[in-house]
């Protein structure tokens, strides 16, 4: 039977903080330690952030230079990483798993949860199809990635069905729209800014989406190994810089969401639909989340034992290390940080 691990079941988890995906890049490679980063954004909640902690001076206040550097395709920071392009990058679990089994030499290390996906992901399909079952031998747009096809395959296992039975159509996020209007194909699996403006069309409907699958699609930071050792205090001060972001946003909720909302060319509603849809969990609870062997590794092993059902990764492929070492020290006053327990 099919493991569900959901991070809300970790245990004394009870509030919650504003939510933050990020990417970060070495300025200059990986030679020597780094006080500035160079940090790729895509356009989702969740990199926003790290934008607004540079914007706020957080991560100054840390010590840290941050360089933005925008993507418009979350799925451009995937192919990156596979090109040895960048050390530090936020990904899904899904995600991180199908890099491991790519290209199992630059397996990352995970050292925070950046958020827990609870609705964000989601199948949109064509107002004229009726329920997921119709999706038989229909054409489904998804991302070159391997979050599209993981979404779909939940979905249609949810009614009995295998993706062997419909057909994919490679699409890019921001042409989903266009695709499901004039019928290139019936269906899409999107994600918020995106889906938001194939619902705005009014051409679609969602009929499944994370809620379903708790725990299952969860955005994290992940680091090179040899980029960790060589720059562990720049990373532990990014830690901190997101977690002070965070407890801004908290405090100031509505000039938090109208900065999201600049950020990602979206309204302030459609920021907080997209935030209802995800968990985001602050460092102090995350050490039990990432502890060796905990609730994070299982979530891996759970993820990587579907998509391996589905014929996504290859039989095998490496469970990614989890590691709470930089979590631990982020919460420590800030000093001279030595080299974190492997």
Same mark, same amino acid.
């Given at each position: 039977? /099919?493991? *569900? &691990?959901?991070?809300?079941?970790?245990?004394? &988890?009870?509030?919650?903080?504003?939510?933050?995906?990020?990417?970060?890049?070495?300025?200059?490679?990986?030679?020597?330690?780094?006080?500035?980063?160079?940090?790729?954004?895509?356009?989702?909640?969740?990199?926003?952030?790290?934008?607004?902690?540079?914007?706020?001076?957080?991560?100054?206040?840390?010590?840290?230079?941050?360089?933005?550097?925008?993507?418009?395709?979350?799925?451009?920071?995937?192919?990156?990483?596979? *090109?040895?392009?960048?050390?530090?990058?936020?990904?899904?679990?899904?995600?991180?798993?199908?890099?491991?089994?790519?290209?199992?030499?630059?397996?990352?290390?995970?050292?925070?949860?950046?958020?827990?996906?609870?609705?964000?992901?989601?199948?949109?399909?064509?107002?004229?199809?009726?329920?997921?079952?119709?999706?038989?031998?229909?054409?489904?747009?998804?991302?070159?990635?391997?979050?599209?096809?993981?979404?779909?395959?939940?979905?249609?296992?949810?009614?009995?069905?295998? &993706?062997?039975?419909?057909?994919?159509?490679?699409?890019?996020?921001?042409?989903?729209?266009?695709?499901?209007?004039?019928?290139?194909?019936?269906?899409?699996?999107?994600?918020?800014?995106?889906?938001?403006?194939?619902?705005?069309?009014?051409?679609?409907?969602?009929?499944?989406?994370?809620?379903?699958?708790?725990?299952?699609?969860?955005?994290?930071?992940?680091?090179?190994?040899?980029?960790?050792?060589?720059?562990?205090?720049?990373?532990?001060?990014?830690? /901190?810089?997101?977690?002070?972001?965070?407890?801004?946003?908290?405090?100031?909720?509505?000039?938090?969401?109208?900065?999201?909302? /600049?950020?990602?060319?979206?309204?302030?509603?459609?920021?907080?639909?997209?935030?209802?849809?995800?968990?985001?969990?602050?460092?102090?609870?995350?050490?039990?989340?990432?502890?060796?062997?905990?609730?994070?590794?299982?979530?891996?092993?759970?993820?990587?034992?579907?998509?391996?059902?589905?014929?996504?990764?290859?039989?095998?492929?490496?469970?990614?290390?989890?590691?709470?070492?930089?979590?631990?020290?982020?919460?420590?006053?800030?000093?001279?940080?030595?080299?974190?327990?492997?």
């Amino acid at each position: 039977m /099919r493991r *569900r &691990i959901g991070l809300a079941a970790m245990g004394r &988890i009870s509030s919650w903080l504003a939510g933050l995906g990020l990417a970060a890049l070495l300025q200059g490679g990986c030679s020597g330690p780094a006080s500035t980063l160079t940090v790729p954004v895509a356009p989702w909640a969740g990199t926003a952030y790290l934008q607004l902690a540079e914007e706020r001076g957080f991560a100054r206040g840390e010590g840290l230079m941050i360089r933005i550097d925008p993507h418009d395709d979350p799925q451009k920071i995937v192919q990156e990483w596979l *090109r040895g392009e960048l050390t530090i990058a936020p990904l899904t679990s899904v995600e991180l798993v199908d890099v491991c089994s790519r290209l199992p030499e630059r397996c990352p290390v995970v050292v925070l949860v950046l958020d827990e996906s609870r609705g964000a992901d989601k199948l949109l399909v064509h107002r004229s199809i009726p329920t997921l079952r119709a999706l038989r031998g229909r054409r489904v747009g998804l991302a070159p990635s391997s979050l599209g096809p993981f979404v779909l395959g939940r979905a249609l296992e949810s009614v009995g069905l295998d &993706i062997s039975e419909v057909t994919i159509v490679p699409t890019q996020p921001e042409a989903m729209g266009a695709a499901l209007n004039n019928r290139s194909v019936d269906a899409v699996a999107s994600f918020p800014p995106f889906s938001e403006l194939v619902e705005r069309l009014g051409i679609a409907r969602t009929l499944f989406d994370s809620r379903a699958i708790p725990g299952e699609i969860v955005d994290v930071l992940v680091v090179e190994p040899a980029f960790l050792e060589a720059n562990r205090e720049a990373v532990v001060k990014l830690l /901190r810089s997101w977690q002070r972001t965070h407890a801004w946003a908290r405090r100031n909720p509505t000039e938090a969401r109208n900065a999201l909302a /600049r950020q990602l060319k979206v309204s302030d509603s459609a920021v907080a639909r997209l935030e209802e849809g995800l968990a985001y969990f602050p460092l102090v609870q995350q050490q039990e989340m990432l502890r060796p062997g905990g609730p994070m590794s299982d979530n891996l092993r759970a993820v990587r034992d579907l998509q391996q059902q589905l014929g996504i990764v290859r039989p095998d492929a490496p469970l990614p290390a989890v590691s709470d070492a930089l979590v631990r020290q982020a919460l420590q006053p800030p000093g001279p940080i030595a080299a974190a327990p492997k």
